[in-house]
DNA sequence: TAGATATATGTCCATATGGGTATACGAGTT
DNA sequence: AACTCGTATACCCATATGGACATATATCTA
């Protein structure tokens, strides 16, 4: 249900796990970061945390998050398709192509 | 301003690319495997192609889209810190980690 | 020109979303 | 216990979003 693009479409959550990528952070240390009022904070670490992306650890009063591991996995996977599209640069539009003036069908390697 | 992710966060239109990833489709093309009404894909084509993450090519009342190279290569670039980051195995949570009982790495398969 | 086909747009609507402010809650501290 | 710090939740609100339906526009065809 959480999509993971969903959560990353919001600049906001974006910021957050980029405030994350070194490590474990408490929510205040969090606000100060990504100049988000704390309420906030805490209502996109909710979203964040019920979506798998982060984890939560109590030290007394301190709560602590952190990038759960794989949580934006699904989302790389689905680009990466694209990636090795561009990469080695085969467009693959020979469907597409096959009513223009014959540009050579391509072979499958 | 127009954000990649916003554009992926609705699945209509993740859809719309992932029916493009072969080559270049007409509009009826698009509506027959996205089972999507008409008007809804040309909306959602109207706004990938406004953030330049598809592109048109008019061939007589047909008009043919096809995803433009590199226009998710924003996303992709953003997410492959995390992916760099998980794949190393270099998770830099020592801190947290400290009070849990070895995690012990994966090994590749 | 009339009609059919292909696509785009306009309008309305229900819903989701994110922020802000106030407030509640929990854990230390004195 | 009273107070303070750190964090979460509740509530309200303005806005964005996406779909459906009807309709407009453009291109071919008879």
Redesign the interface.
Known sequence: MP?V??L??D?SR?RLLDAL????RSVTDLVARTRMSQPSVSKQLRILRDSGAVTL?TAGRQH?Y??R?????E??D??????R??REGL???????RDRPRPRTRRRR
């Open positions: 999509d693009f969903r990353l479409a600049p974006r990528r070194d490590g474990e650890r602590l952190s990038i591991e794989g949580a934006l996995r989302a790389s689905w680009l990466s398709y694209y990636d599209f561009w467009r693959r539009m020979d469907d597409a192509l």
